[in-house]
């Protein structure tokens, strides 16, 4: 059936689509610029070379959505956030490990960006760019096999046969014996250590670089988290005698010289804790056992405090540009 275009405003949910897509692909420009010009090998830099001309080919797509509907461009990150000629921050092993996480959240937001689109553009855009996304990750994983650095969730057993919950016991989780972990609590929990690390090690090099004080102690205090919230995943996995992802803290270089602003790096922190409650979310919505719940649940508002003393931190600093917000309906009458 042939899609009609009416010509009508973009809605409230394809504005924010839009830009958050801007924010994103702005920083990851700036990211991947640094990275490509540090990364001697051949296979990596392909993938990084890229995932960067994805990125640059949204910019102008996005301020031409924009502008047809006389929405002011946001500033995002320009050539002002980084620093080209500083040296490598992190591994070129633990960049590879970087791209893969962030494919795997590029998919994830493309994929709700579709499904809150009703425009037929943007609905084409954004298919387009999940279509890109996720050749840009099988691009990953097939390097990252090649190298033999990709951290597969565990291996179970085959059954013998199909099989029904019948005691409740199976929910159970404080007392008693509990049931073996189940397939998709497996991966839940293996993803969100998977994600949890990549924040670790960054959280590790931008607070070796950063010359803020109050952001190098935000970024400690988020690495204690984060480190934490992986060892309560890992050590379920442990009792379950399940392996965990490895953990790529080594990874960081010895530069103190930062190749990106203090407003890029604590974007991107923010971001990534922002969306890991909603990686948390999912991991306790697939999760039966009342033990494991909890400990989401626990771990959830953590990083939801965690995140929320970003935002203030970038607020103090006017570095937190302002989403599309509606408009105050008192403050129009009162005027």
């Known amino acids: 059936m042939k899609s009609t275009n009416h010509n009508v405003p973009l809605t409230s949910a394809e504005i924010g689509n839009l830009w958050t897509q801007y924010m994103n692909d702005t920083m990851s420009i700036c990211f991947l610029k640094h990275s490509i010009k540090n990364t001697q090998d051949k296979g990596i830099k392909e993938i990084l070379q890229f995932s960067l001309r994805i990125a640059e080919s949204h910019i102008p797509k996005i301020k031409s959505f924009l502008k047809q509907d006389d929405y002011p461009i946001p500033m995002g990150f320009t050539k002002e956030d980084v620093n080209l000629d500083a040296p490598a921050l992190f591994t070129e092993t633990f960049l590879l490990v970087y791209m893969h996480v962030m494919a795997l959240h590029g998919m994830t937001g493309y994929a709700g960006a579709v499904g809150t689109s009703a425009r037929a553009d943007q609905r084409a855009h954004f298919i387009q760019s999940q279509k890109e996304t996720m050749e840009l990750y099988d691009r990953i994983i097939s390097v990252m096999l090649h190298k033999g650095i990709l951290s597969k969730p565990p291996r179970i057993n085959r059954p013998s046969k199909v099989d029904f919950v019948n005691d409740q016991s199976y929910l159970a989780g404080w007392f008693g014996k509990k049931r073996p972990l189940s397939a998709m609590e497996i991966s839940g929990l293996s993803f969100n250590m998977q994600k949890s690390i990549v924040k670790v090690v960054l959280e590790i090099g931008f607070g070796q670089v950063t010359r803020s004080k109050e952001v190098q102690k935000y970024l ?116």
């Open 220 to 335: 400690q205090k988020g690495k204690k988290i984060c480190k934490h919230q992986f060892g309560v995943l890992s050590d379920i996995m442990t009792k379950e005698d399940l392996s965990s992802p490895e953990s790529w803290v080594s990874e960081v270089t010895d530069s103190t010289i930062a190749p990106f602003s203090d407003k890029l790096m604590m974007f991107h922190i923010v971001t990534l804790v922002s969306a890991a409650v909603g990686y948390l979310s999912a991991g306790l919505s697939v999760s039966q056992r009342r033990d494991i719940a909890v400990e989401y649940s626990r771990l959830m508002a953590e990083m939801g405090l965690y995140a929320e003393d970003g935002a203030q931190l970038m607020i103090k600093h006017g570095w937190l540009e302002q989403p599309p917000l509606a408009h105050d309906r008192d403050e129009i009458a009162n005027q």
